[in-house]
C-alpha cells in the first residue's frame, strides 16, 4: 500500500479538513483509500472512517516501536482496505494526517512516523493572508529537514484557506523547484469542525457537509498525489498467538468510542468479541472479561448512572470477573462522577474512587507504566507504553492500592496508575495492542 503523509505547519491550521478533502478527491478518482494518523488519536480518525468508509489506523512510534508501527500501517492494506470491495482495480493508497506540527512532538512526531515510514510530506500551509510566504514556509520546512540530519521529503504543499485566481497563481509561481502545488481548501465556514474538550467533536456528531467536500476536493490534484505516494518497507511479522477460546464484552457507544481498530482486530484474532452499549440499555453479555474503552462518559453520565450492564458488570467484577477500564472505562468504574457543571451521578462503584471534571485538561502526555505485580495487562516489572488526555481527577480511597508506577506521564495520583479492586483495572493510559497489554489481558483472564 503507497502513501504519503499530509503534516502541517503547526496545531490547527487545518490538516484534518485537508485530509479528509484529499480522501474525498482521491476515492472520486477511483482509488480504495486507506486513512490513518500520526499521533494517539481517536477523535479525528472518527472523520477520516466517516469519509472514506473504513477505519482510520493509528500511527505512534511511541506507543507501538517502529516494527510495529509499520506492521500496523501494512494490515490497513492486506486486511482494512481491499480495493476489489470499492469497486476499484487500482491499488490502495494510504492518506496519513500528522499531528501538531511536521516536527514537533518528542514521543512521536509527524516527521518521526514519515522517516520510519520513508513517506513523502506534502505540508499544508495556511494561506489566508500570504502568498510568496507559503513559498518561504515550505522551503523552510524542507530545508530544515537537512539542518537537523533528518530524511524529511517535504514533496509540496496544500494551500488551506486559499481563494482562486491571482492568490493561488501567487503560490504557485512562488513555490520553488522541488516543491509541488498539489491545489488548495477554499475558505468556506462550512469546513470547520466544532470543538469541545479533548478536541474536536467526533465525526459522526458534527460531520463536515458532503457538498462542502466535494467542493474542497475539486481544488485537489488527486492523480498528483497518487503519483507522488510510494510503499514503505515491510517489517518482520509478529509471533502468533494461540486463540484464547474466551468471550470478551467490549463496550461500545457514544460514551465509550475511544479504542484504535487494531485493539479489536487482536482481540478477535485471540478470542470472541460481544460489544454492548450500556447508555442505550444494553444487558452485560454472557462473557469471561470486559474492556470498557474511553470515551465521553462524562457527557453521558445519567444514562451511565441508570444502565442495568453497570450494575450487572458491579456484580460480576465482585465475583472476579476481569474486567480492564481505560480513561472513561475508569471513570464509568469509579464510585461516582461529578460533571463540569457540578451534578454528581452514581457509577459502577467497583473501583474505590469518586471521578470530578474540570474545565482544563488534567493530563496529557505519552505515558510509561511499570508494573508493580503480576497484573491484568502487564507481568511484574514488565512495562507499557500509551498516552493519557483527560480532563478529569480522581480522589482515591486512602487503601486504595495501584497496579502501576509512572515512570512517565501523571497518572491517577502521586505517581501511580492502574487501581486496581477485585481482578477490575481502572487505568488513565490507553494502550495500543503492540505494547502487548491486550495480549497480556487474554492470557490473565
Avoid at 481517536?42 to 468508509?53: C, L, N
Avoid at 472476579?320 to 462503584?349: F, N, Q
Wanted: contains cysteine.
Amino acid at each position: 500500500m503507497r502513501g504519503f503523509v499530509l503534516g502541517g505547519t503547526a496545531s490547527g491550521v487545518g490538516k484534518t479538513v485537508a485530509t479528509l478533502a484529499a480522501i474525498r478527491a482521491l476515492d472520486a478518482a477511483g482509488y480504495a483509500v486507506q486513512p490513518a494518523k500520526a499521533g494517539p488519536d481517536f477523535i479525528d480518525p472518527s472523520h477520516h472512517e466517516r469519509v472514506a468508509g473504513v477505519p482510520s489506523r493509528t500511527l505512534d512510534i511511541w506507543m507501538q516501536g517502529e516494527e510495529g508501527l509499520r506492521r500496523n500501517y501494512h494490515r490497513g492494506g492486506s486486511d482494512g482496505c481491499d480495493p476489489s470491495s470499492r469497486g476499484t482495480s487500482s491499488p490502495a493508497l494510504c492518506v496519513v494526517e500528522g499531528v501538531m506540527g511536521l516536527y514537533d512532538g518528542d514521543g512521536s512526531s509527524t516527521a518521526r512516523v514519515a522517516e520510519v515510514l520513508d513517506l513523502p510530506v506534502v505540508l499544508v500551509v495556511d494561506a489566508k493572508a500570504g502568498m510568496e510566504s507559503v513559498a518561504a514556509t515550505a522551503l523552510g520546512f524542507r530545508e530544515y529537514a537537512a539542518h537537523a540530519g533528518r530524511e524529511i521529503d517535504v514533496a509540496g504543499v496544500i494551500a488551506q484557506r486559499a481563494h482562486g485566481g491571482r492568490h493561488e497563481q501567487g503560490i504557485r509561481d512562488a513555490l520553488p523547484e522541488g516543491i509541488a502545488y498539489f491545489g488548495r481548501v477554499p475558505p468556506d465556514p462550512d469546513l470547520e469542525i466544532p470543538d469541545r474538550h479533548l478536541g474536536l467533536h467526533m465525526g459522526e456528531e458534527s460531520p463536515l457537509p458532503d457538498e462542502a467536500l466535494d467542493a474542497a476536493a475539486d481544488h485537489l490534484d488527486a492523480e498528483a498525489l497518487a503519483d507522488l505516494a510510494r510503499e514503505p518497507p515491510r517489517p518482520p511479522e509478529r509471533d502468533p498467538r494461540l486463540p484464547t477460546e474466551k468471550r470478551v464484552a467490549v463496550a461500545d457507544d457514544a460514551a465509550f468510542a475511544f479504542r484504535y481498530p487494531a485493539t479489536l482486530e487482536r482481540l478477535r484474532e485471540r478470542a470472541e468479541v460481544a460489544t454492548f452499549a450500556p447508555t442505550r440499555g444494553d444487558a452485560l453479555p454472557d462473557c469471561d472479561a470486559v474492556y470498557l474503552p474511553g470515551g465521553y462518559p462524562e457527557l453521558h453520565a445519567p444514562a451511565l448512572a441508570d444502565s442495568d450492564a453497570l450494575d450487572d458488570l458491579a456484580d460480576r467484577a465482585a465475583e472476579g470477573l476481569p474486567v480492564l477500564g481505560e480513561c472513561g472505562g475508569l471513570m464509568a468504574l469509579a464510585e461516582t462522577l461529578t460533571t463540569a457543571d457540578g451534578d454528581t451521578h452514581e457509577m459502577a462503584g467497583v473501583l474505590p474512587a469518586d471521578v470530578r471534571m474540570h474545565d482544563r485538561y488534567q493530563a496529557l502526555d505519552h505515558v510509561e507504566l511499570r508494573s508493580r505485580g503480576d497484573t491484568l495487562t502487564a507481568r511484574a516489572g514488565e512495562t507499557r507504553r500509551g498516552h493519557e488526555f483527560h480532563y478529569s481527577s480522581a480522589e482515591v480511597a486512602e487503601d486504595a492500592r495501584f497496579a502501576f508506577e509512572v515512570v512517565r506521564g501523571d497518572g491517577i495520583v502521586d505517581g501511580m496508575d492502574g487501581l486496581t479492586e477485585h481482578r477490575t483495572l481502572g487505568t488513565y493510559a490507553h494502550v495500543h495492542p503492540e505494547s502487548g497489554g491486550f495480549d497480556s489481558f487474554l492470557e490473565a483472564i
